[in-house]
């Protein structure tokens, strides 16, 4: 199942001054480039600038141009929110876990990188309404073997991303399977090709960006079945910041209404050749 992704005009970090207790300006791991920025923010120098972490090695969800600048779906989407609602951006990499860390301690605003619902996080962080539709897929080398669903990689090697949902899909599967996790999907993914994996769990958008890319690696991408909820795309929010919660649903509400996040996701994902889509369409799957 594959889809076509299109390239975007170079999109870079927006944001003069920090919403933390600091008016200095931490050093960003994406520096802005001069006049490479497409981006124009339409809110006055006044509106308050919010601190973005993301992982920047995620695409189609966040990744880094040639410049070190923020670009994917997810700066797309936090960008729209931001303009909806009143404030701007500043984008921060960090790895996976410093992402959620620093949010929990306040260094970032928000996290938005990918991250689906999951219970415990729902738990410890204050977590937005969906805005995307995340499915979680399995992929292995054609003709290795004949993969329909989970219960036909026991006994098999599984890899995912540390801290994912499909990791803990794979915990609960106890001993039925040899899990390796991995710090970053694009590891998984070589674990896959060179063969220290028999399959790759992760999300589906994720993986068919990495496919994409490594045409000379034949793949199957093969559905999961898990909970609606866990396959939901959210932001991320220190539990006590209520007003930041509610603030960020408001203007998820708005978009969704508009049709925004379809064309966010319209715009890197493109459209799925009908051949190929599942009969429920999970691929390109909008929940609003």
């Known amino acids: 199942m594959k889809q076509l992704y299109r390239a975007l005009p170079i999109l870079l970090s927006v944001g003069l001054f920090g919403c933390g207790n600091s008016a200095t300006q931490e050093n960003a791991s994406a520096p802005v480039k001069e006049n490479t920025d497409s981006f124009v923010s339409k809110l006055p120098d006044t509106a ?30 936090i960008r729209a929110i931001g303009e909806e609602q009143g404030f701007k951006v500043e984008f921060y990499k960090e790895t996976w876990q410093d992402m959620f860390d620093s ?15 999951k219970d415990d996080r729902a738990v410890r962080y204050g977590l937005s309404t969906p805005y995307f539709f995340n499915p979680a897929t399995i992929m292995y080398l054609e003709g290795k073997f004949d993969v329909k669903g989970l219960n036909d990689i026991k006994g098999l090697k599984a890899g995912t991303l540390e801290g994912s949902k499909e990791e803990d899909t794979l915990k609960e599967m106890g001993s039925s399977v040899e899990l390796i996790s991995r710090p970053t999907a694009f590891l998984a993914y070589q674990d896959l090709v060179q063969g220290n994996t028999d399959v790759f769990l992760y999300d589906m958008p994720v993986l068919q960006y990495i496919v994409k890319g490594y045409p000379e690696h034949k793949v199957k991408i093969v559905p999961m079945k898990l909970q609606m909820r866990l396959q939901q795309q959210v932001v991320l929010m220190a539990k006590e910041n209520t007003q930041l919660i509610k603030t960020v649903n408001e203007g998820i509400a708005k978009l969704k209404e508009k049709g925004t996040f379809k064309e966010i996701e319209a715009r890197w994902l ?13 691929n390109t799957k909008q929940l609003n």
Do not use: C, H
Request: aromatic share 6%; net charge negative.
């Open 48 to 77: 308050p600038t919010l601190k973005v972490a993301m992982t920047g090695d995620l695409p189609p969800f966040s990744f880094q141009d040639d410049y070190g600048n923020m670009q994917g779906t997810d700066v797309d989407s």
């Open 103 to 117: 949010v929990e301690t306040g260094k970032r605003d928000l996290a938005i990188s990918g991250i689906s619902y």
């Open 270 to 282: 493109g459209e799925a050749d009908p051949a190929e889509k599942s009969d429920s369409d999970t």
